[in-house]
Structures are given as C-alpha cells and as structure tokens.
C-alpha cells in the first residue's frame, strides 16, 4: 500500500459525458501528480500541483482539468469524453520540492476508465 | 521538450541469465533517474533510483549506471527470476524547487523470464 488512495477504481461511461478522479496523497505530501496511461503506452504525465498551486503542466488536453484543494486532495476533471480517453489514470504523490534533487513519487492505484 | 528514449521494447532471458535496459535523456538539466517496475494489472513501484553526482548503484541483483556526458543510464539486473517479469519505465527529471519532481517517463521495456 502507498498510502494514496484514487477513487473511483472503475469507472465506465459514454462519449461526451464528464468525470471526476479523486486522489488523496499520501500524508504529509504536498505535491500531487495525474498521469495517463492509455493501453500498452507508457505513463503520460498531465499535471503536477505542489501546496494548492499548479506547478507543472504536460500534455494534458483542454478538456481535462484538475485543482488541489486545501487538504491537499486533487481531482482531475475530464469533459466531453471521447473514446480515446479511455485509459487508466494514476495519481501520485511525493514529499515536494526542497531544493534538492529528486524524490520518489508514490502511485496510487489508478482509476480505469473506459469511454464507450 | 524533454524527451526520454528506451530500449528494448520488449526483452525475453532465460532464468538466470542478466536482463540490460537502456535509456537515454535530453534535457541535460536532468539530476535524478528512477526505476519503476509495474506488474501486469497494478501501480509502478519504484525499484532504484541514482542521482547525477553517482555513476553507479547496486542493490542486491539490480543496478544502475549514469552516464551524464552521454545522457544514458542503464538497468541491470541480474540472476533474472520469473518473478522480475514486469514492464520496467525508466525516468528523468529535473528535481529542483521551480520544477517540481515531474518525472518524465520512458515507454517501458516488457521483461520476459522464462524458467
């Protein structure tokens, strides 16, 4: 067990609908990562926020958002789903930046979801 | 952009023999470069990891080599088990305070052990 925990664990629904991931990091840290992984393709990283503000930003569509809320949750929002969205989405969390190099990030279990 | 390249794609060993998977990165910024295993169905754990004033580190049968001149780094594993059948990602990242941890993945290398 990680310690993050992402909900929900499946989720199916139809093209153009809207969704929302929950991740609770791990406790105590302060970044929260979401990144994509789509069948057979590696990890796709979306976005980072570190302490409530947006540190980081990948390819991520404009149809995907995400926020960090003061307790440090996040929730990546995905709008007008098409079927290529289908993917599983991972959170993960680390301590954040300290001015040093690097730092493990935790995976959470991922949350599958699938666009019919 | 930063831009992380790996190979294989695919590797197939024979029970005991050594597995090597190579990576290469671009953003020479890059300081720290993790190793993440991710059995069939779960979340990628993290195997080992070095940092670029390291050239080498070992752990048990696995190690890592940076080459920070050449921008590659390498996982070795030896005395492969059925049980290091995985997708192995390798990661660089940047690691200072404005950028965050943001790791930026390899597309993965699917290590076959055949016993």
């Known amino acids: 067990d990680s310690g993050v925990t992402q909900t929900p664990k499946h989720l199916i629904t139809a093209t153009g609908q809207r969704v929302t991931l929950r991740c609770s990091p791990r406790s105590g840290d302060l970044s929260v990562y979401w990144y994509q992984q789509s069948l057979d393709q590696g990890l796709q990283f979306l976005i980072q926020?570190?302490?409530?503000?947006?540190?980081a930003k990948g390819n991520i569509l404009e149809r995907f958002s995400a926020q960090q809320f003061p307790d440090l949750h996040s929730e990546l929002n995905l709008s007008s789903l098409e079927l290529g969205d289908s993917a599983l989405y991972f959170c993960?969390?680390?301590?954040?930046?300290?001015?040093?190099?690097?730092?493990?990030?935790?995976f959470g279990e991922g949350s599958r979801l699938t666009v019919l | 952009g930063e831009n992380v390249e790996q190979h294989p794609s695919t590797l197939s060993v024979q029970e005991g023999d050594s597995a090597v998977i190579k990576c290469t990165y671009s953003d020479s910024a890059s300081n720290y470069f993790p190793w993440y295993k991710q059995e069939l169905g779960k979340r990628p754990q993290l195997i080992i990891d070095i940092r670029s004033n390291v050239g080498e580190k070992k752990d048990q049968r696995i190690a890592v080599t940076l080459n920070k001149t050449a921008k590659h780094f390498s996982l070795h594993i030896t005395e492969t088990q059925p049980e290091d059948s995985a997708v192995y990602f390798c990661?660089?990242?940047?690691?200072?305070?404005?950028?965050?941890?943001?790791?930026?993945f390899g597309a993965g290398t699917i290590l076959r052990v055949k016993s």
């Open positions: 990661a660089a990242s940047r690691g200072a305070r404005e950028y965050g941890n943001k790791l930026v």
């Open positions: 926020y570190y302490n409530g503000e947006e540190r």
């Open positions: 993960a969390s680390s301590a954040g930046t300290s001015g040093s190099p690097g730092g493990e990030l935790f």
